[in-house]
């Protein structure tokens, strides 16, 4: 019987052509109408939506990092140029703001002859420089031309690029607003230098006979709006990097942010925010010494004169009141008398180092924080005490030696500097929010690709 069986199961005829091209034709149509897997659905419907999505992508691409890191750099050069503008006394040698046909210098001695009886005209001249040559304003012009023309660079090499890289959708949707906000920075930072030395020209702003300068306060507001589009440049592409860095392994990645969640690094994290803000004020008091040339007098430290501080009647003086009732004597003397100005800077600075030193012992002495801190911030930690101690060092030095050109020039550098750090050890401890959404639903789409595949391979299986 068995063998009869086989013989049968094999001698079985086989389907005649015409049956045989029917089935095939049945088999490709089952095919054709075959009810899609899950992950087949998944796979379409995660393509679907990435192809319906919005104009702007979820994350900027990695050049926009490297642009605005870039940009940052320039900015960080223009300020050190324009401090050594300032030091050099150049800023007020081009009366004339001409944005566009300014772009050229002179090119034939009548056109300098043109623009040096300009400069002649202006106070600075007539009680500073009345005996100057020529040549020797030439080299001031070319300083101040150059110090324009970078500012010009600067805006161009941003806009350019940004027109391109948002209709090229390169950027995120709040990257785009950003970098719109960052070019409207850097507008209203043309205006506001050319309002800075419009102040230098006109006499009626600072005492008769006195030194003929730039207004302070707009000196500061020059110098302040410069640090925020630094600062807007560098943070926003140190955004864009981490979060690269974040999905490229979002399992590592939420591990860091569940540290940096951590509750016992509330403390750090606020005071890594409270310190940025110290290190701006620090600098921006900095740059009221620089208006006032408050940096020529008392040239000795830790003293002032016979004591710590100059007495308070000098501290105080009615002679910078402008009120019958003295009622603005003390803001007045906080902004305008140079001695007062350069203690106020004096005890923000110290305020800063004691504040980076205190920072550091909190995460050496602290065991949930030296345990919970990612290993990149403490040396952010490290970068940031580095950079105070060399900034302190160049401020004492640059107040001993009477305001040297080079050491001025590394002072004003090191704020900026001390400020970066402190801003790359934010990168390292702020929790970034929109990043920490996106490695979120990044996980979760992994997550729920890995379920679909595991109850795919169960129904193979049954």
Partial sequence: MSTCFHCHVDSEPSNPPSVRASSEASAELSSSLRIPSPLSSLSRTIDGSQSKKAFFPEISEKIVAYWLLGSAASVFCIVVFGGLTRLTESGLSITEWKPVTGSLP????????????????????????????????KSIYYMEWTHRLWGRLVGISFLLPAAYFIARRKVSMPMAGRIFGIAGLIGCQGVLGWWMVKSGLKDDLFAPGSHPRVSQYRLTAHLGTAFICYVAMLWNGLSILRA???????????????????????????????LAILVFCTAMSGGLVAGLDAGLIYNEFPMMGL????????????????????????????????????????????????????LWAYTKLSPTVSRTLPRAAKRGVHGVVGFVFLQVALGISTLIYLVPLPLASAHQAGSVALLSWVLILGSRTWVPGRASGLVLRKLSNQATSRRVRRSVGLGGVT
């Fill in 106 to 137: 002179p090119t034939n001695e009548e056109a300098w002859d043109s623009e040096f009886e300009k400069y002649r005209s202006s106070p600075e001249f007539k009680l500073l420089n009345p005996h100057m040559t020529l040549s020797e304003f």
């Fill in 244 to 274: 690269h860095n974040f999905l490229a392994d979002p399992i590592a990645a939420e591990r860091v942010l569940t540290r940096l969640r951590s509750p016992e690094l509330k403390v750090f994290r606020r005071s890594v925010a409270a």
């Fill in 307 to 358: 004591g710590l501080t100059p007495p308070k009647s000098e501290l105080f003086s009615d002679f910078y009141s402008h009120t019958a009732d003295r009622s603005d004597i003390w803001w007045r003397n906080m902004l305008e008398n140079p001695s007062l100005v350069q203690l106020d800077h004096r005890i923000m600075a110290t305020t800063t180092f004691t504040a980076v030193i205190a």
